[in-house]
């Protein structure tokens, strides 16, 4: 049972469970801003549409394709 | 850092796999990549919340268990920097990968079009729901519209509904006689049928599709064409995929001829690019099994074992007949087109509306007039979408293919003197 920080809130998920689930498990599910200011969620899930992209552990990672991990920092606003 | 393989693979969904397996006992030294964290590819799909077929659970197991396979998972083609060289990225690192045969098993992604309100928080694409829900989304007592067109609908309604969601309609585009056509010619597939009957569901609905994603900061509700009747209903989430198109980026950035939106392959899977292969839904829709079958016919042409390739055409054939069968039933209706509205974003990476693509010639003119495609997606959702809306044709991608960090470019440097 991993424990990760989501835009500095605490948050334990299920093993396997991937950081885009993580969004809505510990947050309002949205992953970034858009350039014209609105605020976007997941939209393929399967590492295509680069919607979900979010910074972990300082690094630009696609939440989607990312699993969670003991300790990671994921950040949703820049 | 550089490294050498006979046959490397690129993705390992059901065409990657079985590629792996045919190509073991005739391969010193297999790399299969895929950019998922776990094998199995979209189908195949495993998480908290997955249930993953025997089959694959076993295939899966086979190929990681052979010696000579060397799996890496979350990892990406980012360029190409010399004669069969790619160089690729992980979490971690960048490095290039040196081969003799390349089998291309890239996959499809949704068809995911425009229409107002797509952009909202609680829009995903069909498969896309499907794919989030396995690995973990939480849908417990939402309630979900599944729009779109094709099969995909009726597994994603499944997942949904088998992780606590409920399901309010699954509307489809094709008309009733379209659907009807299809499963009546299911029985040349038994195995397919068993899979349909099983899905079929009473809140779908044929000659239907979505108007609008209505809400303000996300989702609130959805409003409906349904058989030439406009209705609104409130959800939680809606998703939406119009079918499924061809990974061919990759195959294009290397050369390869595309026909029909797919890689075009020959008996043996070869592309027209000397000693690279392609197998499953990059080069055409048609499902696991014709993915599984293709896989294993690039495999075994590719350690030159065309003999056991043979045997397997037979097969291809079969498959082959149930993907020309699908396609046709599930054709796009045109009015789809006109779904989007003049301010309706179209290229969500840059947020460019409608209103500043409709009208102009091509795709090369819509990215140095609106920055449409030039995002981080490098036009893999709005390509396909203009591409039905408008007919244009994306261009080759140029590396790096994906989105990459400076580290790993630095390893282009890598390349030998000629």
């Known amino acids: 049972m991993p424990d990760l920080i989501l835009d500095g809130r605490p948050l334990r998920v299920a093993d396997g469970t991937s950081v885009a689930a993580a969004l809505a498990l510990g947050g309002d599910g949205c992953s970034r801003t858009s350039v014209s200011g609105q605020r976007r969620a997941p939209l393929c899930g399967m590492g295509i549409c680069q919607e979900c992209r979010v910074t972990i552990d300082g690094r630009r990672r696609l939440a989607c394709q990312t699993l969670c991990r003991d300790g990671m920092q994921v950040e949703t606003r820049p | 850092m550089s490294e050498y393989t006979n046959l490397l693979i690129i993705g390992a969904g059901p065409a990657g796999l079985a590629a792996a397996l045919a190509a073991a006992p005739r391969a010193e030294r297999i790399v299969l990549l895929d950019d998922n964290p776990l094998p199995g590819g979209q189908i195949w799909r495993a998480g908290p919340q997955a249930k993953v077929p025997a089959q694959a659970r076993q295939l899966r197991e086979q190929v990681l268990a052979c010696a000579n396979v060397r799996y890496y998972s979350g990892a990406r083609v980012i ?67 599944i729009a779109g067109s094709g099969p995909l609908l009726l597994a994603s309604a499944a997942t949904a ?39 079929f569901d009473r809140q779908y609905r044929s000659a239907s599709h979505v108007l609008a994603a209505l809400g303000n900061d996300r989702l609130e509700g959805v409003r409906l064409m349904q058989n030439g ?55 055409g829709f048609g499902g696991s099994e014709r993915a599984l079958v293709e896989g294993a016919i690039a495999g075994l042409a590719a350690v030159g074992n065309r003999q056991a390739a043979h045997r397997l055409l037979r097969r291809r054939d079969r498959w082959h007949g149930f993907a020309a069968a699908l396609n046709k039933a599930f054709a796009l209706d045109p009015a789809l087109k006109s779904l989007a509205t003049a301010d309706t974003l179209v290229c969500r990476c840059e947020d460019v509306p409608y209103a500043a693509l409709a009208g102009l010639r091509d795709w090369r003119q819509a990215k140095l007039a609106s920055r449409c495609g030039m995002g981080a997606c490098q036009g893999r959702v709005c390509g396909a979408a203009t591409r039905h809306l408008f007919g244009w044709q994306p261009s080759a991608p140029r590396p790096p293919f994906s989105p990459a960090r400076i580290d790993t470019l630095l390893c282009l440097d890598d390349t030998p003197d000629a």
């Not at chain 2, 990968?97 to 694409?125: K, N």
Request: net charge neutral; hydrophobic share 50%; aromatic share 6%.
């Open chain 2, 79 to 145: 360029a190409q920097p010399g004669p069969d060289t790619l160089l690729v990225e992980d979490a971690e690192r960048g490095w290039q990968i040196r081969y003799d045969r390349l089998i291309l098993c890239t996959g499809a992604r949704e068809l995911l079009l425009p229409f107002p309100g797509w952009t909202l928080p609680g829009v995903t694409g069909a498969g896309g729901l499907q794919a989030l829900i396995k690995a973990g989304l939480p849908v417990r007592d939402q309630r979900i519209v």
């Open chain 2, 161 to 199: 509904r088998d992780n606590g969601a409920q399901v309010l309609r699954i509307a489809e585009q094709a008309s009733a006689a379209a659907v009807a056509g299809f499963a009546a010619q299911l029985p040349r597939w038994p195995h397919k049928l068993l899979q349909a009957f099983a899905l």
């Open chain 2, 229 to 283: 009747k406009v209705v609104e209903m409130a959800c939680d989430r809606l998703a939406c995929g119009f079918g499924l198109v061809p990974n061919i980026q990759l195959g294009q950035a290397l050369g390869c001829a595309v026909a029909l939106d797919a890689i075009a392959v020959d008996t043996w899977q070869a592309t027209t690019v000397p000693g690279v292969y392609a197998a499953g839904e990059c080069t």
